[in-house]
Each structure stands twice: as structure tokens, then as C-alpha cells.
Nanobody, 120 residues
Framework: QVQLVESGGGLVQSGGSLRLSCAAS????????MAWYRQAPGKQRGLVAR???????TLADSVKGRFTISRDNSENTAYLQMNSLKPEDTAVYYC??????????????WGQGTQVTVSP
């Protein structure tokens, strides 16, 4: 019943910026961490950034200084601000979150993904 929906992907030139959004909906009691992963064709899915409920966050070394993760708890939404984009950032970006829905236990959820393409 809980859904994560990503938006904001697209095509951008090297050095450009994009802002991704991840909106959670459903019978949500609480959201713990929210995270962004990415996966390029033929590559393993890897963690890009993670943010806890209190706003503390971690970033992959490859995106430090360029990406920022944030969240709006009142809207159950996480964001990924991506600046100084490089061709190697090209991938499908997935939202992930640990969510307690209704009276159920904590469960892990994935969004459908949004494509980010960075041209040389």
C-alpha cells in the first residue's frame, strides 16, 4: 500500500544540475531513513546518499561536494540536489526508505526509478 514515487530526472549537460524528488504515500505511521541509490546498465546498484529522520546524512565519496540530500518530514518527501553533474553520474536513480505503515512492523520500500542522463 505504501508507495515511493521519484521525479525530476532528465537529460542534462556536464556541469549542469538536477533536483530529484521522492514522495512517500500510504498509511504511513513513521519513516526512518530515506536514501537514493543508482544503477547504470551492467553495473551493481550502489548507495548515493542516505538521510535519517533527524536530518543527519551520509554521501558516497563519488558525489561529496556535488550532491546534497534533504527531506521534508511534513510532506514525507526526500530530495537529491545534484550539481556539477558528470557523465559517470548517468544512471537510473532509485528512492529507498524504511517505513512503518499502520500497525505493521518496519518495511523496506523501493521506488520505480527515474533516469538521469548526463551528456559530455
Amino acid at each position: 500500500q505504501v508507495q515511493l514515487v521519484e521525479s525530476g530526472g532528465g537529460l542534462v549537460q556536464s556541469g549542469g544540475s538536477l533536483r530529484l524528488s521522492c514522495a512517500a504515500s500510504g498509511r504511513i505511521t513513521a519513516i526512518n531513513d530515506m536514501a537514493w541509490y543508482r544503477q547504470a546498465p551492467g553495473k551493481q546498484r550502489g548507495l548515493v546518499a542516505r538521510i535519517m529522520h533527524d536530518g543527519s546524512s551520509t554521501l558516497a565519496d563519488s558525489v561529496k561536494g556535488r550532491f546534497t540530500i534533504s527531506r521534508d518530514n511534513s510532506e514525507n518527501t526526500a530530495y537529491l540536489q545534484m550539481n556539477s553533474l558528470k557523465p559517470e553520474d548517468t544512471a537510473v536513480y532509485y528512492c529507498n526508505a524504511n517505513i512503518r505503515e499502520g500497525l505493521s512492523a518496519w518495511e523496506n520500500h523501493w521506488g520505480q526509478g527515474t533516469q538521469v542522463t548526463v551528456s559530455p
